[in-house]
């Protein structure tokens, strides 16, 4: 990430913001792969200083939001087994399973706790001797090394009452599909910082190479941003597709080989249920044989009723981009923040909860 | 003595709760009215108006970089007597202990207590003290309420914002919730960060005194800036726009927040002001603030408009103006 002083960064967003003014000759659909550029893009204001005829659609990038409900109905059902310890990172808590949330079932005398870190449940785990602690493993290849450090850790110091339950899902596979089907119709791709700082670039470029569509790995803040959509509509404008890299001070074209080393160790690849986008090939991480023992579906069977998501939720096509928030009917009405039917409204992450909490507000004057 | 706990016996108002009483608050907190011992404090206030808050003090954990839960129970009650326009004089503590508290960490938190009220000069009159079965409360939980004399001439209500006052903040923002926060959940921070808990009686009339025409002093505590200036613009009936620019926020702070998806504008403090004045008067009202330590880096960080009535927008850095809404819920940590 650039650091600028203040002024520095207004005459930078003034360029960048002009130059894609001045470039931009055609409609264009930029897809911001990842939820915390879909914050950044709306708490930066960066949708009103672009032209009318660059838009701005969010994608697959939330990992709560594509966490399907099964997952959560296992979650709780393991959250009301005696002696079972739940753990997570906190914005799990308010996504709504079938029935209920893990918010809930706390309320109830669950006894969920929220971490900052997978590692602080290996202290949870040798405080409670008598009880299964359980970590929602769940998020993209950014937390899934700590998740695999975490039970490397455990095994290390002998800690047998540690579990996971994992939903952890690889971002690459579910821009293939979406490419593959024909689902989503964007000119280019703004790629996660995040995500890329551990895989690298190069599994994005198939973007370039198979589908013509020029894609940029870039950072969080608001020039990060504004010179990844320039350099798009540059591309774009020009015919050229490539995946270039504007988050150089993070993401190394080779990425993180520790933290990959450490993921490839413990986890192999696997299909895996997007909520919304069903299942997709070799886009999950299951744990490697050598580590089955801290899957708690090992441990401890149990048997979830599949219960469908809710009917008229549109988080699927809101997650391909395929329309705004703003076009489904419960937005705003049923699904609210407060009271979320869909996990696109619960974390702040999520494309609708940013709609409704920044949408289409202007200040006037 | 030195591992010594508290046994339900200290709140049973026999022997025990006697001793507890004798031994650690009276000392503590010596002043002729409690020193009587009455069932209620007997108190002598001129004709005036008063101002009469309470307020309950849950932390974990509770004891935290820059105070502990006996400070911040003094600092709090004191802090909303102050944003009435109030000289804080007199408060009551109630403490709701669990079995097992250990007695050391309660006479460090009662003289935590004293220490704050002292600086504050205010007295604590009045007490209580309960004692809970094991596993019913987390600890420590402490009640103060406060009474204060409003100062002449001053009237602090949200009728009197309008447009073209400035909004002045006195200091960084954050820095409380960030610090327990970081305590609670082990989380080393990249430079210490300590709470910014503090009784702000002293620099508000400071700034009464040199500018009795504000409109409005409001301590973000809860909720954070964000949520007290929806507030105001709701109560008041007017447009608040911020400049993101101006908003002091450590970049430690900054740092944490980025990390686990918080807005530092939600955040909790302890020890700042929020303060509206006519526009004429915000740059003599700065300059009184920066002579307090409680005020030294405060500044201008926005306005108050006619338009957008009830709205609270913010001018980014880059220049777009996004809206600051309310907090739909507690901020939670966020996966990446």
């Known amino acids: 990430m650039a650091v600028y002083p203040n002024d520095h960064i207004q005459k930078a967003a003034a360029f960048f913001t002009k130059e894609i003014d001045r470039l931009s000759k055609r409609p264009v659909r930029l897809m911001e792969v990842c939820g915390t550029h879909t914050v950044a893009i709306f708490k930066a204001g960066i ?79 040798k405080n409670n001797p008598m009880k299964k602690v359980v970590f929602l493993a769940v998020g993209f290849e950014t937390t899934a090394p700590v998740a695999a450090a975490t039970i490397i850790a455990a095994e290390n110091a002998s800690v047998k009452n540690f579990f996971v339950l994992s939903a952890h899902k690889r971002v690459p596979p579910a821009l293939k599909m979406l490419l593959a089907n024909g689902d989503v119709n964007v000119d280019g791709f703004l790629l996660p910082g995040h995500v890329c700082a551990i895989t690298g670039e190069s599994p994005y470029h198939f973007l370039a190479e198979q589908y013509h569509i020029p894609a940029v790995v870039t950072g969080f803040s608001a020039i990060d941003i504004l010179q990844a959509i320039y350099t798009l509509v540059k591309q774009i404008e020009t015919g050229e597709a490539l995946v270039g890299n504007q988050y150089k001070q993070v993401v190394k074209p080779e990425g993180n080989p520790h933290a990959s080393r450490i993921l490839d160790q413990v986890y192999g690849k696997a299909d895996a249920v997007w909520r919304g986008l069903g299942k997709i090939a070799n886009s999950g991480l299951e744990l490697r044989s050598n580590y089955t023992s801290f899957d708690i579906t090992n441990d401890m069977p149990i048997d979830v009723p599949n219960q469908p998501e809710h009917s008229a939720c549109r988080c699927g096509e809101v997650l391909r981009g395929k329309i705004t928030p703003r076009e489904c009917l419960l937005f705003g009405k049923t699904c609210t923040p407060e009271q979320p039917v869909g996990a696109c409204m619960v974390s702040v992450e999520g494309t609708c909860a940013a709609w409704h909490r920044y949408g289409t507000w202007r200040w006037q004057g | 003595m030195k591992d010594e706990r508290i046994q339900m016996g200290h709140g049973s108002g026999g022997k025990l709760s006697h001793d507890l009483i004798a031994d650690i608050m009276l000392p503590a907190f010596k002043n002729p009215i409690l020193a009587e011992m009455h069932d209620g404090a007997k108190l002598q206030i001129q004709a005036a108006k008063l101002a009469f808050t309470t307020d309950s003090f849950i932390v974990k954990p509770v004891f935290f970089p820059g105070g502990d839960i006996g400070k911040l129970s003094v600092c709090g009650t004191v802090n909303d007597l102050a944003m009435t326009g109030a000289v804080p004089l007199y408060l009551s503590v109630a403490f709701i202990l669990e079995e097992g508290f250990p007695v050391q960490d309660l006479k460090t938190i009662v003289q935590s207590i004293q220490t704050a009220a002292a600086e504050a000069g205010v007295f604590i009159v009045t007490g209580d003290t309960k004692v809970a079965e094991r596993g019913a409360v987390d600890g420590i939980y402490i009640n103060t309420a406060g009474i204060g004399k409003i100062m002449d001439d001053v009237d602090i209500t949200p009728a009197r914002v309008h447009a073209g006052q400035d909004i002045i903040l006195s200091g960084h923002i954050g820095d409380h919730a960030v610090s327990v926060m970081a305590e609670r959940h082990g989380i080393t921070l990249p430079q210490a960060i300590t709470s910014d808990c503090a009784p702000l009686n002293g620099l508000v009339k400071e700034m009464l005194l040199a500018v009795p025409q504000i409109s409005i002093l409001r301590d973000p505590t809860r909720g954070g800036v964000a949520t007290i200036l929806n507030e105001i613009a709701s109560q008041a009936k007017v447009g608040i726009l911020l400049k993101e620019t101006a908003i002091p926020i450590r970049p430690e702070v900054a740092a944490v927040c980025d990390m686990l998806g918080f807005d530092p504008l939600y955040l909790a403090n302890e020890g700042k002001i929020l303060a509206f004045v006519d526009s004429a008067y915000s740059e003599q009202l700065v300059g009184v603030m920066h002579q307090h330590q409680y005020g030294r880096d405060a500044r201008i960080i926005g306005s108050v408009t006619a338009n957008n009535r009830g709205s609270v927008g913010l001018r980014t850095t880059i220049g777009g103006v996004r809206l600051l809404d309310m907090l739909a819920s507690d901020q939670l940590p966020r996966i990446c």
């Open chain 1, 47 to 125: 949708r009103n200083l672009l032209p009318e005829q660059v838009e701005l659609v969010s994608g697959p990038g939330c990992p709560v939001c594509v966490t399907p409900s099964s997952y959560l109905d296992t979650a709780i059902a393991y959250s009301r087994q005696k002696g079972v310890i739940i753990t997570t990172f906190g914005d799990m808590l308010r996504v709504p399973g079938a029935k209920s949330t893990l918010s809930e079932q706390r309320a109830a005398g669950a006894d969920i706790r929220i971490v900052y870190s997978p590692l602080e449940c290996i202290d949870i785990a």
